[in-house]
């Protein structure tokens, strides 16, 4: 450990002194706005202090009360672990897996979605930059077919992918085949729970952020505005304010708050949820028109469980209202779904937000805040949002051996 934090710090100085290429990088491989790439990439650097700050006493030896002589806890890597990671966030997916899993002593093998093999190839750089030892990380220029080649393989003791339900199955059976460890992150479909004392105001503003950055494009996006009957039209009325202000353009223009899609099909897929929506009686509030990948920010009302825009993901920008008569009924809606992500809660009562929380199926629940991932908290989900956790303490023990040894000279 003494040897690979100061790697892993000059992972972190390396990602700051290139952040403007890295980033530029980013939006010319998938589109996200040149503001949102560089908050990616400073994040994934405090994200490599964080680690270098913590891995040592997360990954410390604990000693247990037995009736041994002497008993401990060690914490010691696996071996290589291969990475199956989305594009959405090129670089924060993968930093959020390899920084602690290095620290942990692990290596990083990486198959990146095959429209960011430039992010690929250049988070690549940034280990070799740092002077990680050759081949410690190494990027596969493969397509999706191989990963079962290359997860089979002796040597590869783990896997962890970020990305849809589909392949995340795919994955698991391959490594529950050969025995292997592996970790999901699925996406989700996740619920902001607005209550009648909630500051309106400001959970508009968050639900608006939240649904809308990265173009619609994150997992832990709220998708689902759930709020009660009583202050539905004033919330309604701040969210289509809100949502009115967003510019559409060119990602490389800091003036522009929202670029284009990723993939042609990514906006089909969303323009057809919508309209499948609408037609099962759903009602389009705002938004609507389409030009390619550029999407314009739409918002549906009346969204009703058994409407696409209810029970499906929903992966680019397009939030739905749905009503709820009280509190109850807003939880019920919330755990409606296969989905179990993150989530977000809006009251002005502390004592309602801890009990209800409680309530709520997923890996996370903020309270009036932006529910996003941090180095400092595990983040994962459960349903088919997946399991295992990354990040925090529980994220750099997810790919070590947890080993009990038990001393008795007697």
Not at 54 to 67: C, N
Request: glycine residues 8%; hydrophobic residues 45%.
């Amino acid at each position: 450990m003494a040897e690979r934090v100061p790697f892993l710090q000059k992972v972190g100085d390396t990602l700051l002194a290139n952040k403007q290429q890295y980033a530029e990088l980013m939006t010319a491989e998938m589109g996200k706005t040149l503001k949102e790439a560089i908050a990616e990439v400073e994040k994934c650097a405090l994200t490599c202090t964080f680690y270098a700050d913590h891995a040592s006493t997360f990954l410390a030896d604990e000693p247990v009360e037995s009736d041994a002589q002497k008993s401990y806890i060690v914490y010691q890597p696996l071996g290589p672990v291969l990475a199956v990671m989305p594009w959405n966030f090129p670089f924060w997916q993968v930093m959020r897996f390899a920084i602690p899993g290095l620290l942990a002593g692990n290596a990083g093998l990486l198959k990146h979605a095959s429209n960011v093999f430039g992010c690929a190839l250049a988070i690549e750089d940034v280990f070799r930059k740092s002077g990680l030892p050759e081949g410690l990380f190494q990027t596969l220029l493969i397509d999706s077919a191989a990963v079962e080649g290359v997860l089979k393989d002796q040597r590869v003791k783990a896997v962890t992918l970020t990305g849809s339900g589909h392949a995340g199955a795919s994955v698991a059976a391959i490594a529950g085949s050969r025995i292997k460890k592996s970790v999901l992150e699925l996406g989700g479909s996740d619920a902001l729970i607005v209550l009648a004392d909630a500051n309106l105001e400001k959970a508009a503003e968050v639900a608006v952020k939240s649904r809308m950055q990265n173009a619609g494009q994150s997992c832990i996006a709220a998708k689902r505005f759930i709020v009660e009957k009583t202050v539905k039209k004033q919330f309604t009325e701040r969210v289509i304010e809100h949502i009115r202000q967003i510019k559409q353009g060119d990602p490389m223009d800091d003036t522009t708050t929202m670029g284009p899609m990723a993939r042609m099909n990514l906006a089909d897929d969303i323009e057809r949820q919508c309209h499948e929506s609408v037609r099962k009686g759903a009602k389009l509030l705002v938004g609507g028109d389409r030009s390619g990948c550029n999407v314009q920010p739409m918002l549906l009302d009346q969204v009703k469980p058994g409407m696409a825009a209810f029970d499906e993901e929903t992966f680019g920008p397009l939030a739905v209202l749905i009503d709820a008569k009280d509190e109850g009924e807003a939880i019920r809606l919330a755990n409606q779904s296969d989905f179990g992500l993150g989530s977000a809660l809006w009251t002005a009562d502390a004592e309602k937000a801890e009990r209800l929380a409680r309530q709520i199926q997923a890996g996370s629940v903020f309270v009036n805040g932006l529910m996003r991932s941090d180095a400092r908290v595990p983040f994962g989900g459960i349903k088919t949002s997946g399991f295992g956790r990354e990040l925090s303490e529980a994220g750099i023990r997810e790919f070590v051996n947890i080993k009990t040894v038990w001393i008795d000279t007697n």
